[in-house]
């Protein structure tokens, strides 16, 4: 019997993990699970024109990348748990400064291996939710002694989250 991230059976016709994962290969799969982290870290880099966000933004990514257990897709929530099960030894190291040229590509390759391999459904899920995790980081701006999530985007902030989201097929 397959059980949820937390321990407790999955709600009714939900599965733990996908099936379809299988049709992934090892470094398929790797992209997969290593591009919401990837992502994360390229929007929280300081860059000119952006507000640093300091811890702020790693926490709010890292909640973004989370809520992603809820899903209604099974691939978002399968590459969810591939993420959190990863041990720290195993896992690649993801680089501070992520070149954006190298992001967008992966983002491409990506999107083309759930062109190939996935649902049509669970693909428009995962991107969006890749997405969603940097467009989070983005309105996380910290102010004095506070956490503020719901700052708008900068004009830097918008050209990236439109690269990103052409990159993913959203746009």
């Given at each position: 019997?397959?059980?949820?991230?937390?321990?407790?059976?999955?709600?009714?016709?939900?599965?733990?993990?996908?099936?379809?994962?299988?049709?992934?290969?090892?470094?398929?799969?790797?992209?997969?699970?290593?591009?919401?982290?990837?992502?994360?870290?390229?929007?929280?880099?300081?860059?000119?024109?952006?507000?640093?966000?300091?811890?702020?933004?790693?926490?709010?990514?890292?909640?973004?990348?989370?809520?992603?257990?809820?899903?209604?897709?099974?691939?978002?929530?399968?590459?969810?748990?591939?993420?959190?099960?990863?041990?720290?030894?195993?896992?690649?190291?993801?680089?501070?400064?992520?070149?954006?040229?190298?992001?967008?590509?992966?983002?491409?390759?990506?999107?083309?291996?759930?062109?190939?391999?996935?649902?049509?459904?669970?693909?428009?899920?995962y991107r969006q939710w890749v997405?969603?995790?940097?467009?989070?980081?983005?309105?996380?701006?910290?102010?004095?002694?506070?956490?503020?999530?719901?700052?708008?985007?900068?004009?830097?902030?918008?050209?990236?989250?439109?690269?990103?989201?052409?990159?993913?097929?959203?746009?």
């Amino acid at each position: 019997m397959s059980h949820s991230v937390a321990g407790e059976p999955p709600s009714a016709g939900r599965r733990a993990a996908p099936l379809t994962t299988a049709v992934y290969s090892a470094a398929e799969w790797d992209l997969l699970i290593s591009l919401p982290g990837r992502v994360l870290v390229a929007t929280a880099a300081p860059r000119p024109g952006r507000p640093d966000r300091g811890v702020l933004a790693g926490l709010t990514g890292l909640d973004a990348v989370a809520a992603g257990r809820a899903s209604d897709s099974d691939l978002v929530r399968a590459v969810v748990a591939a993420i959190y099960a990863r041990h720290d030894a195993t896992s690649p190291p993801v680089e501070r400064l992520a070149d954006l040229v190298d992001l967008l590509a992966a983002c491409r390759a990506a999107s083309r291996v759930l062109g190939r391999r996935a649902d049509p459904a669970d693909s428009a899920a995962y991107r969006q939710w890749v997405q969603s995790v940097a467009a989070r980081v983005c309105r996380a701006v910290p102010g004095p002694g506070e956490r503020r999530l719901d700052q708008p985007a900068t004009p830097a902030d918008r050209r990236f989250l439109d690269r990103l989201g052409a990159a993913l097929g959203l746009g």
